[in-house]
């Protein structure tokens, strides 16, 4: 796998449904060797995932709305303009939290969430029902969800 320079005009990333979000792969993995990814991540309010954790370092830039994220055992409200940062191994969840939908860019390093959004598009399909796959389908992907 080599890396490649890439230019993707406005609304031409693949797009996937992922627990009742759009995730928009902006520099997907293949592009970097795997070296990281970019995501937009537009999320209605009260849609995200809940608090999990994975291997890899996961930082967000919120372009548009509020997103309540819980990072390391603290809640925080982000707003348009803010950005935060879960080394790999941090618990960490998010959720949209303003009436209009946020949009979050989320950059993955090293690359490693895309094939779990695949397999989540793929596999979960009607929500809530679909819900109790996700949790097997992080295992699979070294996703650990912290869910009571």
């Known amino acids: 796998m080599t890396k490649e320079a890439i230019v993707l005009p406005k609304g031409e990333g693949e797009t996937l449904g992922v627990m009742g979000t759009k995730v928009t792969f902006l520099c997907p993995a293949e592009k970097t060797a795997k070296g990281f990814s970019l ?15 994975h291997p890899w370092d996961e930082a967000y830039y919120v372009v548009e709305g509020e997103t309540l994220f819980e990072i390391d055992g603290r809640a925080v409200t982000a707003r348009a303009g803010d950005f935060l940062y879960a080394p790999g191994g941090t618990v960490h969840g998010f959720k949209g939290a303003s009436d209009r939908p946020a949009r979050v860019l989320v950059f993955d390093a090293p690359a490693a969430a895309e094939a779990f959004f695949r397999d989540v598009d793929r596999e979960v399909k009607r929500l809530p029902e679909d819900m109790r796959k996700v949790p ?3 295992r699979r992907h070294q996703l650990n969800f912290r869910v009571q």
């Open 39 to 53: 995501m937009e991540v537009v999320l209605p309010k009260d849609a995200g995932p809940p608090p999990h954790d």
């Open 136 to 138: 097997d389908i992080g």
